[in-house]
């Protein structure tokens, strides 16, 4: 992998019409770094996110993922690369059970079918703690359940980089503290992670960079820490004036 470069995004531009969401936006997210991505409601984060999974089509722009182009792939095919996400929307199998929610992202995702798979999808069930719940049907389950899930199922497809969109919301301080000593486990285990998210402690907790987005442009990139003392930052994001 050229320069520990895992993925690289160039000029990427997308439109609705004539709403311009993004505009020629470009960053590059190293092997093994956690990528925080902040900025205020409809910059276009997840819109991003989706033109690297492929739910949406680019108008322009470059991806290369793991040196390998991803423009023109289909979803499926960049899942198979490596990509996992999780949707704000949870969007599990609601016929299937948890189990069997992580089963399908595992066989999908790996190819592989024997007890190995079972017994981590059975561990990524207990991490994301949903042990209890492994037999209940993923339409069964509480909201934040079926967020563990979501995150469960992105991880059951053994992603090198896991794109999580907004997983804190909603959470207690306790919860919080699980889930970002999860993200860490997760990122020590090897995976790159690049995540969108509001509860800026959070992500703070975690991030080694950030990057702002406001109205379809990155303002800002770098140490978290750094980042948000921007007063540029703190004026579009934090409604702060300097
Ligand atoms: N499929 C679509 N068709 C038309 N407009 C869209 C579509 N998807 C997103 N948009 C618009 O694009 C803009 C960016 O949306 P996006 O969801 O990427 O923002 P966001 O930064 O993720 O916001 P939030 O923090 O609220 O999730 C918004 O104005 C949104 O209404």
Known sequence: MAN?????????KKSFGALKVLHEVSFSVSAGEVLGIVGPNGAGKTTLFNLISGDMRVDGGDLVFDGQQLVGQPPHRRCKLGIGRTYQIP?????????????????????????????????ILADCELSDKANRSAGSLTLLDRKRLELARALASCPKLLLLDEIAGGLTDEEGKALVSLIRRIRDGGVTIVWIEHVLHALLAVADRMIVLNFGEKIAEGVPAEVIKSSQVRRVYMGVEA
Do not use: H
């Open 91 to 123: 969007r599990p199998y609601v016929g299937m059970t948890a189990f069997e929610n992580l089963l399908v992202a595992a066989f999908f995702g790996s190819g592989a079918k024997d007890a190995d798979s079972y017994r981590r999808c059975a561990r």
């Open 4 to 12: 520990g470069v895992l993925l690289e995004a160039r000029d990427l």
